[in-house]
């Protein structure tokens, strides 16, 4: 069974911050996908990495995929209180299956 | 920009009742999932879709669960007999490739 291990599960900031979330296993993905999700709110996909080493930026995240394609992190900077939310990794198996961690809740305050 | 749209929104039901939960994916798409998150807890895998037929499976989607696509657009869930532990959001989401859609999910709540 692959398990995918994200850290902190709780993250409280002050706007401005910089912070970065992880995600771990030991098993290695086809690909790992990021997503944001808001309570009472379906998942909203915010990038999709395949290769070993990638770095995507978009806007003040960044996200990396390891080398090894086993974890991968995503770092913001100078958060803003609109980066609030639960943000899941999800990592990519047979028939594109995911396999998710338990999410890092992230709150930003003004 | 298209959506996956899921109906309804909340359903209540009795233990032991069927309950069948909609979803339209994105036109285009050709995986079609269902995932479920049990309120503070993870979101899970399901079932995925493909080609009309179902392409894999999780040991939760058991005989009390099926999927169908009846008419060419819609992609629905269905449970036989609701147990208390259904109880859960169920997320519907579409992908042409790696990189879901997903809706904004149904909240099932068994009574």
């Known amino acids: 069974t692959q398990l995918l291990e994200q850290s902190p599960q709780f993250l409280s900031i002050q706007e401005g911050e910089n912070l970065t979330v992880y995600c771990n296993s030991s098993s290695v993905f086809s690909s790992l996908q990021w997503y944001r999700q808001e309570p009472g709110e379906g998942p909203v996909l915010l990038v999709t990495v395949v290769t070993g080493g990638e770095v995507k930026k978009l806007k003040r995240l960044t996200f990396q995929f390891g080398d090894a394609r086993k974890d991968s992190s995503l770092h913001i900077t100078a958060a803003q209180p609109g980066d609030t939310g639960l943000y899941l990794c999800g990592g990519g198996g047979s028939n594109y299956k995911l396999t998710f961690g338990k999410g890092t809740l992230l709150t930003v305050n003004p | 920009e298209p959506e996956v749209t899921q109906t309804p929104s909340h359903q209540v039901t009795q233990m032991g009742q069927e309950v069948i939960l909609r979803c339209v994916p994105i036109s285009n798409h050709l995986y079609f999932y269902w995932y479920r998150q049990i309120l503070g807890q993870k979101v899970e895998f399901l079932v995925s879709f493909y080609n009309n037929e179902i392409s894999e499976k999780s040991e939760i989607f058991d005989d009390q669960f099926s999927v169908e696509r009846p008419d060419g657009s819609n992609f629905t869930l269905k449970i036989r007999s609701t147990k208390l532990e259904d109880s859960a959001m169920y997320f519907c989401?579409?992908?042409?490739?790696?990189?879901?859609?997903f809706g904004s999910g149904t909240r099932l709540t068994v009574v």
């Open positions: 989401a579409s992908s042409p490739i790696p990189g879901y859609t």
